[in-house]
């Protein structure tokens, strides 16, 4: 049973869902009018980009026996996974959102690129970083810089977000799938990416 619910945490919060969850906090925080075009024509493309056809490729290594797991990749399985993520991110970056217009958003993928980058970097000195908390890290800074730029109260979402972080830490541990040393790694490249890209639209 408990098995069942550290897994269902996993999954809940799996870094798939990260682009689309720092998505939707920036138009729904943002001060700024956003015509629904414009918010229909980023939601949607990154949704695609950067769930579903990761979650595609995913099904086809698997039954190609590149890939294994869904959860716990080994080192080999997440470089094809970072791969896969980063060229993708790029693809969102570059030609999905419109800069002059979210240039917060911009930099948040941005930052999400870097941390990527950083997580394969030492995938090839044989270190398995924790992308799950990578990703948390990550919303945690973006939400934090949301609430300075724009000047709002947002610390029920932080309570709520740095609660759902030690989770998700803990279920990660839980099932095995790193260990604290790894799982701290994730976290503070995902904090660190994110901090580094503020000064460009704090």
């Not at 949607?44 to 950067?50: H, Q, S, V, W, Y």
């Amino acid at each position: 049973m408990m098995k069942i619910f550290h897994r269902s945490i996993s999954f809940l919060f799996h870094p798939l869902l990260v682009p689309i969850t720092g998505t939707a906090i920036y138009f729904l925080l943002t001060p700024k009018y956003t015509p629904i075009e414009t918010i229909l024509g980023n939601i949607l493309p990154i949704f695609i980009l950067t769930v579903v056809i990761p979650i595609i490729f995913y099904l086809i290594l698997r039954n190609l026996g590149i890939v294994s797991s869904f959860f716990s990749p080994t080192l080999k399985e997440h470089k094809y996974t970072l791969y896969i993520i980063i060229s993708l991110l790029l693809m969102v970056n570059y030609k999905v959102i419109p800069q002059y217009y979210t240039n917060e958003l911009f930099h948040f993928f941005l930052g999400l690129i870097a941390a990527c980058c950083t997580c394969l970097f030492l995938l090839f000195l044989k270190f398995k970083t924790s992308i799950h908390l990578m990703g948390m890290g990550s919303l945690l800074v973006f939400l934090v810089g949301i609430s300075i730029h724009f000047e709002m109260n947002v610390i029920l979402a932080l309570s709520a977000l740095t609660f759902a972080t030690g989770l998700l830490a803990s279920s990660r541990l839980y099932l095995g799938s790193h260990n604290r040393g790894e799982l701290l790694v994730g976290l503070l490249i995902g904090l660190m990416s994110q901090l580094m890209t503020l000064r460009f639209w704090l």
